[in-house]
């Protein structure tokens, strides 16, 4: 299992979180996630998908990927 944190921009309340939760939830391979607003922390199974693949999910929602580490 692989984890990345997120820094999103453009996220402003929980209305934010939950279109970014549906986000990554969506993707499988993904295991488990926490968000706030303006981050998300990712845990996945790097056989089954990539931080490419969640980034473009996180920015196909309406953010912006700020910094990923
Ligand atoms: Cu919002």
Do not use: L, P, W
Not at 10 to 16: D, F, I, T
């Amino acid at each position: 299992m692989t984890e990345i944190t997120f820094k999103i921009e453009g996220m402003s309340c929980q209305h934010c979180v939950m279109s970014v939760k549906k986000a990554v939830g969506g993707i499988a391979g993904v295991s488990s996630y926490e968000v706030s607003v303006g981050s998300a922390k990712v845990v996945f199974d790097e056989s089954r998908t990539n931080r490419v693949e969640i980034a473009e999910a996180i920015q196909k929602a309406g953010y912006k990927i700020k910094a990923e580490g």
